[in-house]
């Protein structure tokens, strides 16, 4: 293949470089729900952006608040110093959160939120004159980020293959939750798969408690295709968690900010977390902030020694950037208006949740589709493989989806949606209609 020269120097994430450069798809500039590519074709943002940008794109209050920021601090240091901001909105995302109590460690990132989480694990039981608790436990298909901690307790093999002798020691894995001859064209939580929770005891018998820091899940898996908890699975992993004194930490950086209809999935499962991972619409993606809400106990067992001397030996210069603090006060706002989930755009994405639903399973029976899921406003169809060719029959339908104006996530065998909260139920439905037509086209 070959390369466009003036896209030789960029090394892309999470792509198929060679293939993408002698092919381009290239956007420039986002409205609203809406890409424009350069060619000068509107697209529909059919996974706001990646799952990060659930006001659309360039919105006003976002766009103002950024540039106000830039002309009066546009960079404070976070080690020793603080600036308003941070406070303002560590208090609104407690608040948010119906835990006032905590606090909040801001990061730049999804996957430095969760090697964050896991470092407070680690040293919380440490502190507590636990230190023999450095067992941390995944799942498979999980997909916690790239850091180095994120692959050790992810289970997307792809990303963990080629970096085994970097990977942490000392971790293990849950079993997924995704059976689709048991739970197949499921909508919403699936009915059966409980019982999977009940592998952690086994974990536990296997390795002991005393070894065991934490478990980190994703409440609704995204990444790996909206993999969606069982009915009763979230709960008897904290039921079994408390009972041997072992940490959950909920990593939502998906689900959180309103993605389910509720501020956090914790709130949308009745599940109560000790640590919450967090990132992308904490801001609406517009500049990259992301952090972990961590129990007030927990962050009371560092609180010890002379108060002079610093807690907690870890953090970035990034933390708490005015301008990603701006941008993460004024999308805050139009989320959850005054603090209030039941309000603004969170409360609207839980009335597209069924829109999003209904329109998605009526896929059922079109050409390819082997399976199809959702939870709150995202979803997914599985598509029928092309024997020998791993994950060409997704990238297929991508294609044909791009080209009749839909943007959607191929991931192996999986295309998902995850629509901006300020998308009209029309919009929703007419991109599944795109899919449908993409997936006739591809068949």
Same mark, same amino acid.
């Given at each position: 293949?070959?390369?466009?020269?003036?896209?030789?120097?960029?090394?892309?994430?999470?792509?198929?470089?060679?293939?993408?450069?002698?092919?381009?798809?290239?956007?420039?500039?986002?409205?609203?729900?809406?890409?424009?590519?350069?060619?000068?074709?509107?697209?529909?943002?059919?996974?706001?952006?990646?799952?990060?940008?659930?006001?659309?794109?360039?919105?006003?209050?976002?766009? $103002?608040?950024?540039?106000?920021?830039?002309?009066?601090?546009?960079?404070?240091?976070?080690?020793?110093?603080?600036?308003?901001?941070?406070?303002?909105?560590?208090?609104?995302?407690?608040?948010?959160?119906?835990?006032?109590?905590?606090?909040?460690?801001?990061?730049?990132?999804?996957?430095?939120?969760?090697?964050?989480?896991?470092?407070?694990?680690?040293?919380?039981?440490?502190?507590?004159?636990?230190?023999?608790?450095?067992?941390?436990?995944?799942?498979?298909?999980?997909?916690?980020?790239?850091?180095?901690?994120?692959?050790?307790?992810?289970?997307?093999?792809?990303?963990?293959?080629?970096?085994?002798?970097?990977?942490?020691?000392?971790?293990?894995?849950?079993?997924?939750?995704?059976?689709?001859?048991?739970?197949?064209?499921?909508?919403?939580?699936?009915?059966?798969?409980?019982?999977?929770?009940?592998?952690?005891?086994?974990?536990?018998?296997?390795?002991?408690?005393?070894?065991?820091?934490?478990?980190?899940?994703?409440?609704?898996?995204?990444?790996?295709?909206?993999?969606?908890?069982?009915?009763?699975?979230?709960?008897?992993?904290?039921?079994?968690?408390?009972?041997?004194?072992?940490?959950?930490?909920?990593?939502?950086?998906?689900?959180?900010?309103?993605?389910?209809?509720?501020?956090?999935?914790?709130?949308?499962?009745?599940?109560?977390?000790?640590?919450?991972?967090?990132?992308?619409?904490?801001?609406?993606?517009?500049?990259?902030?992301?952090?972990?809400?961590?129990?007030?106990?927990?962050?009371?067992?560092?609180?010890?020694?002379?108060?002079?001397?610093? $807690?907690?030996?870890?953090?970035?210069?990034?933390?708490?950037?005015?301008?990603?603090?701006?941008?993460?006060?004024?999308?805050?706002?139009?989320?959850?208006?005054?603090?209030?989930?039941?309000?603004?755009?969170?409360?609207?994405?839980?009335?597209?949740?069924?829109?999003?639903? $209904?329109?998605?399973?009526?896929?059922?029976?079109?050409?390819?589709?082997?399976?199809?899921?959702?939870?709150?406003?995202?979803?997914?169809?599985?598509?029928?493989?092309?024997?020998?060719?791993?994950?060409?029959?997704?990238?297929?339908?991508?294609?044909?989806?791009?080209?009749?104006?839909?943007?959607?996530?191929? &991931?192996?065998? &999986?295309?998902?949606?995850?629509?901006?909260?300020?998308?009209?139920?029309?919009?929703?439905?007419?991109?599944?209609?795109?899919?449908?037509?993409?997936?006739?086209?591809?068949?």
């Amino acid at each position: 293949m070959q390369e466009e020269p003036a896209l030789r120097s960029w090394w892309m994430p999470f792509t198929h470089n060679r293939h993408f450069k002698a092919h381009p798809r290239l956007i420039e500039r986002g409205d609203g729900a809406y890409y424009t590519l350069v060619d000068g074709r509107r697209v529909f943002d059919g996974l706001s952006g990646l799952w990060c940008c659930p006001l659309g794109h360039s919105p006003t209050a976002v766009v $103002e608040a950024i540039r106000e920021q830039a002309g009066i601090l546009d960079f404070s240091p976070s080690f020793q110093m603080g600036h308003p901001g941070a406070f303002r909105v560590a208090s609104r995302i407690t608040e948010l959160a119906g835990r006032p109590n905590d606090r909040v460690f801001f990061t730049n990132s999804g996957s430095e939120a969760v090697d964050t989480a896991l470092k407070i694990a680690v040293a919380y039981h440490r502190a507590r004159g636990d230190a023999s608790r450095t067992r941390i436990i995944g799942r498979e298909r999980a997909y916690h980020g790239v850091g180095m901690g994120g692959i050790s307790v992810g289970g997307i093999p792809a990303n963990r293959k080629m970096f085994a002798p970097l990977m942490m020691p000392g971790v293990d894995h849950l079993p997924h939750t995704f059976d689709p001859s048991k739970m197949g064209y499921s909508r919403g939580q699936p009915e059966w798969g409980a019982h999977l929770a009940d592998e952690l005891e086994r974990l536990v018998a296997l390795h002991d408690a005393s070894n065991i820091a934490a478990v980190i899940v994703e409440p609704m898996q995204g990444s790996t295709g909206v993999i969606v908890p069982p009915k009763g699975y979230l709960a008897r992993l904290r039921e079994i968690c408390s009972k041997h004194g072992i940490l959950l930490i909920f990593d939502e950086v998906i689900t959180g900010f309103g993605r389910l209809g509720t501020s956090f999935a914790a709130d949308f499962f009745d599940v109560r977390p000790d640590m919450i991972t967090f990132a992308k619409a904490v801001n609406n993606a517009a500049v990259p902030l992301g952090g972990v809400l961590v129990n007030e106990s927990i962050y009371q067992a560092f609180m010890s020694g002379p108060s002079h001397l610093i $807690e907690f030996f870890h953090g970035y210069t990034y933390s708490g950037h005015p301008l990603a603090i701006a941008a993460a006060e004024a999308t805050l706002e139009q989320l959850a208006p005054g603090g209030d989930a039941s309000r603004g755009w969170i409360a609207k994405a839980a009335a597209l949740a069924p829109v999003l639903e $209904e329109a998605i399973h009526s896929l059922r029976g079109e050409p390819l589709v082997a399976d199809i899921r959702n939870l709150g406003l995202a979803a997914a169809i599985d598509v029928t493989p092309l024997p020998g060719q791993a994950g060409m029959q997704a990238f297929r339908v991508f294609e044909q989806a791009l080209e009749r104006g839909l943007y959607a996530r191929f &991931t192996g065998e &999986t295309l998902a949606l995850a629509p901006p909260f300020i998308s009209t139920p029309d919009e929703i439905r007419n991109a599944v209609e795109t899919l449908r037509q993409a997936l006739r086209a591809a068949a």
